[in-house]
């Protein structure tokens, strides 16, 4: 009954944070957005204290129920681990901790964490690693598939679906993402959750927590036969059964029950067990029993927890302090064929609106990839830049950032995005734009072009007469500019717009009016 439970509870997680990701209406946030709020990582990152305690009571009380339920990548790996292990009679063997790779690879997390290197660390966050894959490599097929009930609705006079143009918003997260599936995919086909309890930084953290769990699977060692169908079902690999002793690696069990379902003599009962001696354990081997833990190894680990509260406290913290230091060819008229935009080289990153600083947002962004799906003007994209690799960034070749949008404040999970209202937006100023008087078609006198004054939704560009030529220039005022892209988006100088939004570091009016950037406030 308790892996039934926890079936069906993983899929309602999985299915709900997939379609979420799918989801480029934006409807599914209103019931669903709750699902990637709860998330470990970006819990931390948005200083979200009471989802943090909530996951961490959650782990004490009942194990790592989170990584079992929650989490979409390790319900992903029961899946691949399902297919990989359903024809097999002994799928799984016990396997000795990887201590060496599992707490070398939290430390180096930890300490680009802590250091703001976020590109890395979205590399190994599960929740970031599983929107990743979902965005570049199932929701192009999701796309394609409602662009074409969206041309059988239009033959039959509906228009209940619409077109959505897929394409290729970064080579390199592609890459990554194939490269992340083929991982993942590989590791849990024939070893269970070995990303989980080798790799992944939140199963490790959480492992920290698990070892003291108020509920855990435990073993009657006067029941046990060691017919090892507990260890031969355990998709952690840490049930170790031998001829005289029997052992449970509680910090790296996930609680998936497989071994209490397995089980035909009654042997294993999930119940609670803190503190308490299991039945049948006077006798048996005191290091195979696994269940009471010897005091030297309760003060270690003790110890253990107390120096991973402070990681997630001093990451936290350095959120806190970041906030307060705040190519397809187009057709012109049916007759012309145009050469597709490209971004320029942009000064500065534009951030969305909602960000507090460029520096904030990349401090706190995991690189979930939520926005990019959800973003409704293909303005966001992930940046190709090392430094912030995968990390979302505004581009305007596709289409610019409409003034009532303000999907992506709603959903950003990690605090990165804040959430802001359509009046709140029109006073975010994430930008500035800068405009190349050589490639300007009405400088130059090729046409009395104007269309970047046409387009600024905020009015901040007026043509202005040349006395010497006589000619019409764009003239922008950069305390009304808002960063929204629309001038640049508009302009028809290609492939490289005449006009370009440069980001601003601190997003507001008063530091961008006194010319202070990030470097002037250090």
Same mark, same amino acid.
């Given at each position: ?32 957005? /709750? ?18 305690? +909530? ?5 004490? &009380? ?33 396997? #000795?901790?990887?201590? /060496?790779?599992?707490?070398? &690879? ?29 965005? *570049?490599?199932?929701?192009? =097929?999701?796309?394609?598939?409602? *662009? ?50 080798? =790799? ?26 060691? $017919? ?9 690999? @840490? ?13 790296? @069990?996930? %609680?998936?029950?497989? @071994? ?18 299991? #039945? ?14 010897? %005091? ?8 253990? =927890? ?15 302090? +970041?906030?307060?230091?705040? +190519? ?11 050469? #597709? ?59 610019? $950032?409409?003034?009532? @949008? ?50 600024? #939704?905020?009015?901040? =560009? ?23 892209? +629309? $001038? ?20 507001? %009016? ?11 406030? *250090?």
């Amino acid at each position: 009954m308790l892996k039934k439970i926890r079936v069906v509870l993983a899929w309602v997680f999985w299915i709900g944070i997939t379609l979420l990701l799918l989801d480029f209406t934006g409807t599914l946030h209103a019931y669903l957005g /709750w699902m990637a709020k709860v998330q470990f990582l970006p819990a931390v990152l948005a200083v979200n204290v009471g989802v943090i305690v +909530a996951l961490v009571l959650l782990t004490l &009380v009942f194990g790592r129920v989170y990584c079992s339920v929650i989490c979409p990548l390790g319900v992903f790996q029961d899946g691949v681990s399902h297919l990989g292990t359903r024809k097999s009679k002994a799928p799984y063997k016990y396997r #000795p901790e990887a201590q /060496w790779l599992r707490y070398g &690879v939290f430390a180096v997390f930890v300490i680009l964490l802590i250091a703001g290197v976020q590109a890395a660390v979205a590399l190994l966050a599960p929740y970031s690693a599983y929107g990743r894959m979902v965005q *570049n490599l199932l929701q192009p =097929i999701y796309l394609w598939g409602n *662009n074409l009930l969206a041309l059988w609705a239009e033959r039959a006079g509906s228009y209940a679906f619409y077109t959505k143009e897929v394409w290729l918003r970064s080579l390199p997260t592609f890459i990554v993402a194939v490269v992340t599936l083929v991982v993942v995919v590989a590791l849990s086909f024939k070893g269970g959750r070995t990303y989980c309890n080798s =790799i992944c930084p939140v199963g490790t953290t959480l492992s920290f927590f698990s070892r003291f769990a108020l509920f855990r699977p435990v073993i009657d060692h006067s029941k046990c036969k060691h $017919c090892k169908a507990c260890e031969l079902h355990c998709k952690a690999q @840490c049930i170790a059964i031998g001829k005289d002793s029997e052992h449970i690696d509680y910090s790296r @069990c996930v %609680d998936c029950f497989n @071994c209490v379902d397995s089980c035909k003599f009654g042997a294993l009962q999930y119940r609670y067990a803190w503190g308490k001696e299991t #039945p049948g354990q006077a006798g048996s081997d005191a290091k195979g029993a696994g269940n009471v833990m010897p %005091d030297s190894d309760r003060a270690s680990r003790r110890a253990m =927890i107390a120096g991973t509260v402070a990681v997630v406290g001093a990451a936290a913290l350095k959120g806190v302090e +970041a906030r307060a230091q705040a +190519a397809a060819k187009k057709v012109d008229g049916g007759f012309a064929n145009l050469l #597709p935009k490209q971004a320029p080289e942009r000064e500065v990153p534009v951030t969305p609106p909602g960000s507090a600083s460029v520096k904030d947002f990349y401090r706190r962004c995991t690189a979930c990839q939520l926005c990019v799906a959800e973003c409704p003007n293909n303005v966001l994209r992930p940046s190709g830049d090392l430094e912030h690799l995968m990390q979302p960034e505004m581009s305007f070749e596709k289409g610019w $950032c409409r003034p009532e @949008c303000t999907r992506c404040s709603e959903l950003c999970p990690a605090g990165a995005i804040r959430k802001i209202s359509r009046e709140e937006k029109t006073q975010y100023h994430v930008g500035t734009s800068h405009v190349n008087l050589e490639l300007c078609l009405s400088a130059s006198g090729q046409s009395s072009c104007g269309k970047c004054a046409q387009a600024c #939704p905020s009015g901040a =560009i007026q043509m202005v007469k040349n006395e010497e030529t006589g000619l019409l220039f764009p003239v922008v005022a950069e305390e009304q500019c808002t960063g929204c892209g +629309a $001038c640049e988006h508009l302009c028809p100088v290609r492939p490289v717009s005449a006009i370009t939004v440069n980001g601003r570091y601190e997003h507001g %009016d008063t530091l961008a009016s006194l010319g202070m950037t990030e470097e002037t406030l *250090n």
